[in-house]
């Protein structure tokens, strides 16, 4: 007997297009998280029972594909025992098949909406899908300082797929940034903030769409910039920034990301105007000039902005799935040095300058 034909995922993507009949024969639950564009779905248990009725052309060119190739292996095997006299194993994994540029579909995805290879991984999760990456590809997300939080915030961002990036910082690249604000390489040193990270975004993701904010974000365009977005990324560091981007952010109702870092220590908390407590709620007042020490003065070690910066993304790609389980009301407090993760509870202040009222007209600090 003729040993089986076994292909690969690149060999198997052309014999599709050149007219095989693609079989799988997965479970239904695993053919509706995805599958093949075109192919027949047929069961493996069901496949006595269907395959007369679905495949009656004998010589017709049949590609049998299941998850590893196993199961369709056996599936191939059978058919060929039938009588079946062109068929073909897919002996790879499923899941690279629209990594490779393979048509792709999810059934429950919308009309005309194209599964993009680059999120084929991530359309698989539960609580994404093909509705959830239309979501994230719909986004409009601001991230305030591309610094060492702004960093990996913004590349995780854009890899994930979110349509558009606002960058805001008025800083140039300098030398002593380089071990912790990832999204700025060496050749940039001097050139403005902004352009760099929209270099880097775009060489990551050239799908996302990077608007530059190069002024420093101040009382007269606070407001004009936070209204524009639906998150926001608190990735500064300097207090009278992040009190006016949080008045701003209760005024509009436009939730805020936030995480500070010192030295081996982080926190991160969401902060939801109206439902959790703001910045203002933690943290009344802006504190005198000189009592929080900048990375200038205090230092961090570059590895924890990262960390910090890449739980921010995580929290707003949970905001805009509506999923998960965001760090309202909850702040995460991250010790390095002795890899500790601690969780302390904040609430809402009824007393708070900013949140006070219910309709946020105390913010105007």
Known sequence: MTPLRQVGIEEAIGLAADGYRVLDVREPDEWAGGHIAGALHI??????????AELPDHDAPILVQCHSGQRSGRAAAWLVA?????????????DRWPIAGGPWEVPDAPTGLAVEPRYARQVLVPGVGVDGQRRLTQARVLVVGAGGLG????????AAGVGTLGIADDD????????????????RIGAAKVDSAAQSIHE??????????????????????????????????SLETRYL?????VRLRRPVVHAAVYRWEAQVTTLVPFVGPCYRCLYPTQP?????????????????????????????????LETGDPLIGRMLLIDLAGSHFDEVAVHRDPACPACGTDDGRAATA
């Open 43 to 52: 069961p493996l248990a069901d496949l006595p029972s269907r395959v007369g």
């Open 82 to 94: 039938q009588g079946y006299t062109n068929v073909v194993n897919l002996a790879g994994l499923i």
């Open 151 to 158: 960093s990996p915030a913004s590349l995780y961002l854009a």
């Open 172 to 187: 140039i690249v300098d030398e002593t940034n380089l071990h912790r604000q990832i999204l700025h390489t060496t050749d």
């Open 204 to 237: 990551l993701n050239p799908l996302v769409t990077v608007a530059r904010h190069p002024g420093r974000v101040d009382r007269e365009t606070v407001d004009r910039l936070v209204a524009s977005y639906d998150v926001v990324v608190d990735g500064s560091d």
């Open 245 to 249: 981007v949080n008045d701003a952010a």
């Open 288 to 320: 005198p000039d000189g009592i929080a020490a900048a990375c200038d003065v205090a230092g961090v070690v570059g590895v924890l902005p990262g960390l910090a910066g890449v739980l921010q993304a995580a929290e707003v790609i949970k905001l805009i």
